[in-house]
């Protein structure tokens, strides 16, 4: 009954949900809750999302420009640059924290 244009408007519609749901499970760990409370789950999944929005804005404010940049490579500087910020804070110097935070990051080289 529906008509091409009609499918193509909904295929463009289920994309971003697909892609999200990608970003989120691969990217930030929302399927790997393994809590047994409703409250923590909800918990976890509302740090996933916050995070993912702000992500996304960091995504397009680096891509407003040019081409949006990946995703997983706005996660990557975000955390790398949390990392050494932390680091910094211990009293220890730049250099060396980017080398603690570039070691923390080797864990997410699947992404």
Not at 27 to 44: A, C, I, K, P, S
Not at 69 to 84: D, K, N, T
């Amino acid at each position: 009954e529906w008509g091409l244009e009609e499918l193509v408007e909904y295929a463009h519609v289920r994309w971003p949900i697909e892609q999200f749901h990608k970003d989120a499970k691969q990217v930030l760990g929302m399927d790997q809750f393994e809590g047994r409370t409703w409250t923590g789950w909800n918990h976890h999944v509302s740090v996933v999302l916050m995070t993912y929005s702000f992500l996304m804005t960091e995504r397009a404010a680096q891509g407003a420009a040019a081409r949006l940049p990946p995703f997983s490579q706005v996660a990557r500087i975000a955390i790398h640059e949390m990392a050494v910020r932390t680091v910094e804070e211990q009293g220890v110097d730049r250099q060396t924290a980017e080398r603690v935070a570039e070691a923390m990051l080797r864990g997410f080289t699947d992404w």
